[in-house]
């Protein structure tokens, strides 16, 4: 008897929910952009090979993509995320290519930056500021 009676209040009880409720603000209809904004990758692997989004360029190829890019407009963002093994001079020459085009800007950012453990300069004079450039920030 007291199994069934525990067996009834057990079927009738309402059930557990496992959520949580959040109130989400409401879309903007001005403002109907991609979910995902652009945003363009440049990794150096420990190898020295350059990986646009993932594919393999040489440097003519680098070149004209980076020429491509500042011709858009808005820009997309341009991460720049080098192997912490990549070969320095490969990095950096992909660093001077990247300012001579023009794209060392507020669209520049570097990619996992809590990898790397010093930031300090000598003096904030040498801090280079960034000319204003409306870019998509993801």
Known sequence: MLLTVTLVFAALRPPVTH????????????YLGPLTPNA????????GQ????SYPVDDAQFELILAQIRELSPQPVLMFDPAADAPYEVALDALSK????????????FDH????????????????LAEPVECTIP
């Not at 010093?118 to 280079?128: I, N």
């Open 19 to 30: 959520a949580l409720t959040v109130d989400l603000p409401l879309p903007n209809p001005t």
């Open 40 to 47: 363009n990758r440049l990794h150096v692997n420990a190898d």
């Open 50 to 53: 350059l990986l646009w989004n």
């Open 98 to 109: 990247i300012h001579r085009a023009g794209l060392v800007d507020n669209c520049f950012r």
């Open 113 to 128: 930056v809590s990898r790397y453990r010093r930031y300090e300069v000598e003096t904030p004079d040498q801090l280079v």
